[in-house]
């Protein structure tokens, strides 16, 4: 057994696990924990021969740590050290030692939750929060609680940082250690900074030449996912170089992978390109250098929209520091990242945990299937999002995997209970069973394990057609796409297994169709919407070719010179947007036929009674409406409209829209406003009965005033026919309007003799009169009982303001003579007194005043 760091600290770790302690081991990257520790404990007597789960976060990871211990051990993998991941598996009956991805840890747990025969479960880099990881260990904390009180099960949990994760919080007595580990030290150089818009193939490409140039050993270059990994590798294939270019990503086959980890030949070396695979766990023999791009991909979920988009975003600081120990585990060592210090310093200080951005549908269908209705019944570092959990539900509900009973919690299905025992997400799950019952097992299957996939036809459209197509063909006999054909089909083969051996459970028949199976050519339609039936689209009327609305409501989008841009009706597998946003972008779809609603795809329309006001056509209607989500597939008028509706519908209308929709004339609006200041002046005292006519206290009242004269509206043209006096009139009880016509007068005689208008449209009521016919009136006029003075507006010979008064006197005495002068030469066929109080009002110019 090699000696290392990790060394030192295994008395301390046995002597806990021997007295019934659980443990948790801080050890960075290269002091030999994921190997050393479950080695060094499978001969203790506390573990009586029991079997020890190592939980490991990646596939790659799995492989390479079962495949280390076997090494050390001198055997064969499958031996005493095992590996179990999904669709994939290396253990035999004198296994001890197994190595597990966390979805495995789950299903193991569903199938024997009292993991019988394992002694100790070990949770390898767990700083990283990873979704399974998580669910994994709750359900391994109640397991203990409830299976393994005679026979205790111990728990480790492993990471190189477990800053900030209070995990020891959750475990039984536990043991904190830390390992020093064996780092050297590691000069870390920054770029000028980097922006998450720019590309980044060239200066990788450009750092990686300069490293080979400068530094000794190999590099490890960290980029996001494996679209820059291909574009880097083409870049760098156009330089001779002194060095094999190696790309290491979780979809490449088992050869490719250990290709990149293990070492080189003597004298040689290598520039490996990997995702954030490589941050831990792995140990690539050989690395000096690190250059780090400072990004990685993430999925990310948003609950509103029940979207999953991979989204390229900075790491955190703690992922930048794993990055950077991978250049010194053998020697001093080398970073260059990419990004500036100050772009470091904004990172944040840990990864979000996954709970808190990820689709929870295969959490929660796990969680009903081991017997837990809320996430509260079990212990967390952080209880599941409410949002999210309820969005898991819907989509449970959807893939009638679970409902919810009348009176209680959750209830699975026993359709519900076999997708839980398939490795795949409930949609895919849901999908590939209905697909067996339609005769479609083959596609369905497929499908499922085309979409796990990267598509080698995208470039082409996002029509997944061709792909599927290339599937069901020979396999391409070179080239990359024999890997990708070889893999898809291998999958899927395990997944046709999986559900063939699944017992016979009430499902959708197949005669659903009526006339055989489901054409071939609509089949792979079908099964997506069968999976996603809230992305069935249908293309926007009027709209340009690409535009649809999404069942849900939403909008999509794709290119409009896509092949499948013209289609009418889609079901969409992927799509994603920015959040915020109301469109977002298909990236996977096939057509659909809308016929397949009316057999194999009825459950999926509902009939729906709608007697309301349609906004589009801008009428009332009584219809019966079949519908996809949102999306319209027929329409029929219903023969008697339910009580009360038409009714309720143009109230609301009213309410939506407001007052405005009625046919209010200026009269109306004056008498509105001239009640309006009566209310408010109270003339006759505080028992006043003017009644509120404002557009709050007639929406508040429509039933009483309105809704009886509603009888003929049919369209929103109608509302104009309105007899709108003769309805508003009989508010005002006699003797109300001989007192309006009294205290608020349309009217007021001026001392010319004119009558003039007066406007109550303002908070105080205008009188616009020429200034020549207010001669010898010295007191302002006045309304309401003398409450209320007018406020004049005193106009010059042309109409045009000349002073806006309530107090007539100071204006003749201190106004006047000014505006005279001005006034006099610029109108002198119009009267200007020098005493305005003497003299006689008049609306007539001079020659035409008597004896002018």
């Known amino acids: 057994m090699p000696s290392l760091p990790v060394t030192d600290v295994l008395p301390a770790l046995r002597e806990a696990l021997a007295a019934g302690r659980d443990v948790v081991l801080e050890a960075p990257p290269g002091a030999g924990k994921t190997t050393l520790v479950p080695l060094a404990l499978l001969a203790d007597t506390w573990l009586a021969g029991r079997s020890i789960l190592l939980v490991q976060p990646r596939r790659v990871a799995t492989r390479a740590a079962a495949a280390r211990m076997a090494d050390l051990l001198g055997e064969a993998v499958g ?103 064996r780092q050297y030290p590691v000069e870390i150089e920054h770029g000028p900074g980097l922006s998450l818009a720019e590309p980044i193939d060239a200066a990788v490409a450009s750092a990686v030449r300069h490293a080979l140039a400068k530094r000794d050993g190999s590099v490890l270059v960290f980029l996001p996912g494996q679209a820059e990994i291909q574009r880097v590798h083409r870049r760098l294939a156009d330089t001779a170089l002194d060095a094999r270019v190696l790309p290491l990503y979780g979809s490449l086959s088992l050869a490719q992978q250990q290709a990149a980890i293990a070492p080189c030949e003597r004298g040689q070396r290598k520039v490996v390109l990997a995702t954030n695979i490589a941050e831990t766990s792995l140990t690539i023999e050989g690395v000096t250098t690190v250059i780090d791009t400072g990004l990685e991909r993430q999925a990310l979920f948003d609950a509103g929209s029940g979207t999953t988009r991979l989204t390229t975003r900075r790491i955190s600081q703690a992922s930048a520091a794993q990055r950077a120990g991978r250049a010194g585990r053998l020697a001093p060592g080398y970073c260059y990242r990419l990004y500036s210090p100050a772009q470091h310093a904004a990172l944040q200080e840990q990864r979000v945990p996954e709970l808190r951005q990820s689709d929870l549908a295969p959490l929660a269908l796990q969680l009903l299937a081991w017997g837990v209705t809320s996430p509260e019944e079990l212990a967390w570092l952080e209880v599941p999002p409410a949002a999210h959990w309820q969005q898991a539900l819907d989509v449970l509900q959807r893939c009638e995997a679970a409902f919810p009973r009348t009176s209680g919690p959750w209830q699975l299905t026993q359709h519900g209970v076999q997708l839980a025992s398939l490795p795949l997400h409930p949609r895919l799950g849901h999908m590939l069973l209905r697909g067996l019952t339609m005769g479609a097992g083959e596609t369905a299957a497929l499908l499922a394990a085309l979409l796990a996939e990267r598509n080698p036809f995208s470039s082409a459209g996002v029509d997944l057609g061709p792909a599927l197509a290339s599937l069901q ?275 007021i005689e001026v001392p010319s003799g004119s009558r003039l208008r007066i406007d109550y449209s303002g908070d105080t009521p205008v009188l616009a009169v020429k200034l020549q016919e207010m001669f010898g009136c010295e007191e302002t006029p006045r309304i309401a009982n003398g409450l209320q003075p007018l406020q004049l507006h005193l106009l010059s010979p042309a109409r045009r303001p000349l002073q806006v008064t309530q107090d007539l006197a100071t204006f003749w005495r201190n106004v006047y003579p000014d505006v005279k002068k001005e006034m006099k030469g610029r109108y002198p066929k119009h009267p200007w007194p020098d005493d305005p109080l003497s003299a006689v009002a008049t609306r007539l110019t001079r020659n035409r005043m008597p004896g002018g």
């Open 79 to 181: 031996e005493q050290v095992g590996y179990r991941m999904r669709l994939e598996s290396r253990v035999s009956a004198h296994t001890r030692v197994e190595v597990v991805t966390e979805g495995v840890l789950a299903r193991r747990l569903q199938g024997d939750p009292g993991l019988s025969g394992v002694g100790l479960l070990i949770f390898d880099e767990f700083h990283e929060r990873n979704l399974d990881a998580e669910l994994g260990l709750a359900l391994a904390l109640q397991s203990r609680e409830l299976f393994r009180e005679d026979d205790p099960l111990s728990i480790a949990v492993m990471s190189a940082t477990l800053q900030g994760v209070p995990v020891a919080d959750l475990l039984r007595d536990p043991c904190v250690l830390q390992s020093r580990g």
């Open 473 to 747: 063909g020979e396999t391409p006999r070179r080239g990359p796409l024999r890997e990708w054909h070889r893999r898809t089909r291998q999958q899927a083969r395990r997944y046709r297994e999986l559900a063939d051996a699944l017992p016979e459970a009430p499902s959708v028949a197949s005669s659903a169709l009526g006339e055989g199976p489901l054409p071939a050519e609509e089949q792979l339609a079908v099964l997506i919407a069968l999976a996603w039936p809230e992305r069935v689209a249908c293309a926007r009327e009027g709209a340009a070719p690409g535009r649809f609305q999404l069942a849900n409501g939403r909008s999509a989008s794709l290119a409009d010179d896509d092949p499948l841009a013209a289609s009418r009706w889609l079901a969409v597998a992927d799509l994603g947007g920015v959040k915020g946003q109301s469109e977002d972008r298909i990236y996977a779809a096939a057509a659909l036929n809308v016929a397949r609603f009316d057999d194999v795809l009825a459950p999926l329309a509902g009939e729906l009674d709608r007697a309301e006001w349609d906004e589009g056509r801008d009428r009332f209607v009584a219809e019966r409406r079949r519908q996809v989500g949102r999306l319209l597939l027929s329409r029929q008028p219903l023969s008697s409209v339910p009580p009360g509706a038409r009714n309720q519908a143009l109230l609301t209308l009213l309410r939506r829209r407001g007052l405005g929709m009625l046919p209010w004339t200026p009269w109306l609006q004056q008498w509105r406003a001239r009640i309006k200041l009566l209310r408010r002046l109270q003339p006759h005292g505080p028992d006043a009965s003017w009644p509120a006519l404002d557009d709050v206290a007639l929406l508040a009242t429509l039933e009483e005033w309105l809704l009886p004269h509603l009888g003929s509206i049919a369209r929103a043209s109608d509302f104009a026919r309105l007899d709108l006096h003769s309805i508003l009139s009989v508010l005002l009880p006699w003797p109300l309007p001989r007192e309006l016509e009294r205290l608020a007068p349309e009217q």
